[in-house]
């Protein structure tokens, strides 16, 4: 087995990407390899491809309802982290103190005062009459 990088010119034969996991094949006189120079290339002859392509689909098939519980759990686990944010947010709205530390309430609070000046008005109109 020999090693090739993209973009090279070569012989007619399969070719594995060591990067992408993928065989290339050239025919006829041979070709140019794609990719660019970092992507490596390994000619892996005739004979050990019939027998490496059917244990690698083997190992697919073999492995592909696991992939597919691990597909369904990841996408349940998202949903469940997402509603378990969602409930601590909103009860930590209703837990949380009205008021705010760090902040002076010396005046006292905004709403006594619109309440006192509509009791003096009203107190001013009863004594007008």
């Known amino acids: ?14 070719y594995w990407n060591l990067r992408k996991w993928e065989m290339v094949t ?16 390994l ?11 059917p244990v ?3 190992l697919y098939a073999l492995f592909l309802p696991f992939i597919g519980f691990a597909m369904v759990f990841a996408f349940l686990g998202r949903k469940a982290g997402a509603a378990g944010r969602a409930a601590v947010v909103r ?12 902040e002076a309430y010396l005046a006292g609070k905004r709403g006594k005062k619109k309440q006192e000046r509509s009791d003096d008005a ?3 109109k009863t004594e007008r009459v």
């Open 26 to 41: 050239l025919s006829g006189n041979g070709g140019t390899l794609p990719g660019t120079r970092e992507d490596r290339y």
């Open 91 to 102: 009860i930590g709205g209703l837990v949380s103190p009205a008021w705010r530390p760090g």
């Open 1 to 14: 087995m020999s090693k090739h990088t993209g973009g090279a010119e070569v012989k007619a034969g399969f």
């Open 122 to 124: 009203e107190k001013d």
């Open 43 to 53: 000619k892996v002859p005739i004979v050990a491809f019939l027998f490496v392509a």
């Open 56 to 58: 690698m689909g083997g």
